[in-house]
């Protein structure tokens, strides 16, 4: 089948590493047009995915989506901070759940809420256990989030491997956007090791040789945006496309 998820799974079986590029739609942050040619560049450098979506995106999601997909070919993903952050113009939506929250709302309230229209909207779920990292940025604070300690992989190892058990596609791990350190290559390690189902990371990996340090530690799937934004404005789709390049070598040397 030809669906969204089945897409990044062969990138994955295909190179090892799967690439997605967060796009965030807030007006105070960029505006649709210069969403599009981020999403292009992305896609240009070898990313194989965009995710729209932010904790605090609202109001002109539709338009940044319609314009993206104008841009480009690769699957075009919405990341939801609420029930707004759902467009009819995307592919496909992480169906996630924030499951380290300590309110309801963000583990199964936001869904119900939400399930109507992904329905409605004719979108792809691709289920998704949202685990968030210390510090946890806004993610954190918005998700009422009781953050994982950066030294206890063993508690992202529980919520991880309930989550496979729970029938959930993948996990993701997140430090939050713009987060000083990123996740813990332990608690990337510990994770990778024992579940059967991809491992997403994101949130303050910045650098080719990070991105590759944690690709090398078992990520399946590494999500960037802040970094991307930046440097795509400097130089193009140059740093992306060695930052790509180096989580496939790291892949492809284990
Ligand atoms: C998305 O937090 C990631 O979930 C993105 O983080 O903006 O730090 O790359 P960055």
Known sequence: MNTTWNTLLRVLNEHGIVHLTLIDPDPQKQTPKNAAQIAKLAEQAGSN??????STAFG????TLQLIKQQVKIPVILFPGNVSGLSRFADAVFFMS???SR???????VQTLGARYIKEFNLEPISMAYLIVDPG??????GDARLIPRDKPEIALGYALAAQYMGFSFVYLEAGSGADNAVP????KTVSKYIDIPLAVGGGITTAEEAAAVAAAGADII?????????????GSKSLSQTI???RRAKMKQ
């Open 185 to 188: 290559l332990p608690i990337v």
């Open 49 to 54: 995915g965009i995710m729209v979506g932010g």
């Open 98 to 100: 924030l499951l380290n």
């Open 137 to 142: 940025g806004t993610a954190g604070f918005v």
């Open 103 to 109: 309110n309801t709302y963000w583990i199964t309230g």
């Open 245 to 247: 390049q180096a989580i």
């Open 223 to 235: 999500v960037q945006g802040t970094i991307v934004e930046k440097t795509l404005r400097k130089d």
């Open 60 to 63: 002109i999601i539709d338009e």
